[in-house]
Structures are given as structure tokens and as C-alpha cells.
């Protein structure tokens, strides 16, 4: 998606240890009129492969799936990183290493909105080692679905998580895929 391609390009900074810093449009502020276009990519991508939901991380993963759901007609569910009390005892949970964060962290989801049978659409912000997105994976068949499709609205290409996630049978779509980042230089992949 070249709108996206050009932002991180413009406005992404590589912080080192492969870290692309992309909140002023992603992950703290968010474009709206940004998000919405890859809502609607993402609808195009994915809109015959039968999805009943679309599941995602929070936090970042919200924005891009909520505009995705608003496209498809799908309700979305975000993994909680923290059971709140509202919550009830008997949950979905897994656990999954973050590269930002720097330490494992928990995916949660009540079973009130992750049923058996769902057809599952994961949507995430990125697509980096694939340990967050597989994580998801384990939730959706925890609760007996089955994902249909993972779409990141930026991969990183180096990272090898598209293989991984590829590897166990799933289609992968990204909107931007980042090929090599460095202090000077942000190239990209054809995104897809």
C-alpha cells in the first residue's frame, strides 16, 4: 500500500536491534483516514475467505482491525495483555514474546467472545518474528477456530515470520513489507 509505504518512509525511524518506531501514524498516534484505507485494503484481500471474526493484540493491532471489521461486517476481538476483573476466571491464554517490550507477555480472551467454530481473520500492526501473531493462532484454536488469514499492516521481511506462519499452512498478507531498515535507509518488498 503506497500511502503506508510512504509514511514509513517519511516518518518511520529505525532505532536499532531492528526497531522501526512508526508511532506518530501507528502505534500511539493513529491516522484515522490512514487506518481506513487499510481497513479497506485488507477488506478487499480478505473478503472470500469466509471470516466469522477478527482477532488481534492490543494494543496496536486495534485501529487496523476495528477499520477491517468495519469493511467486512465482522465483530473484532483484541487479546488482552492483562485480565481485568470484568473478565471471568476460565480464560484463553498464551503466552508470547515481545521484541518491543523486551519480555514475554500474556494474550488473553474470554470465551464469551472466541467461540468453537469461529473462522478467524487475524489483523495485527506488525508482522515481525511471528511469535505475536502465532500467539493468536494458539488462542483462536484454543477456543476451537480456525484462522482463515493474517493480515500486518507492516512486515518485516528479514525477520522470517512469514515463513514461519506460511510454514503451518496459513495465507499472509502484508501492506507494507519493510525488506531491510537501517539509520539511512528504509527499503521495501512488494506488500501482498
Known sequence: MKLLEDRIRNEGTYLGNGILKVD???????????MDEAGKVFAEIFKDIGATKILTA???GIAPAV?????????????????????????FLTLAPSHTKGRTVELIVSPEYLANGEKVL?????????ATILGLVRLAELAGGTVVGVGALIEKGFE????ALEEKGFVVKSLA????????EITFTNGY
Do not use: W
Request: aromatic share 6%; charged share 20%.
Open 24 to 34: 506518530g501514524f501507528v502505534n500511539h498516534q493513529v491516522d484515522p483516514v490512514l
Open 58 to 60: 492490543e494494543i496496536s
Open 67 to 91: 477499520t477491517t471489521g468495519i469493511y467486512m461486517n465482522l465483530p473484532v476481538v483484541y487479546a488482552r495483555k492483562r485480565k481485568p476483573i470484568t473478565m471471568p476466571d476460565q480464560v
Open 122 to 130: 487475524i489483523i495485527d500492526d506488525f508482522l515481525a518474528s511471528g
Open 160 to 163: 522470517g515470520g512469514r515463513a
Open 177 to 184: 513489507c519493510v525488506a531491510s531498515l537501517d539509520e539511512n
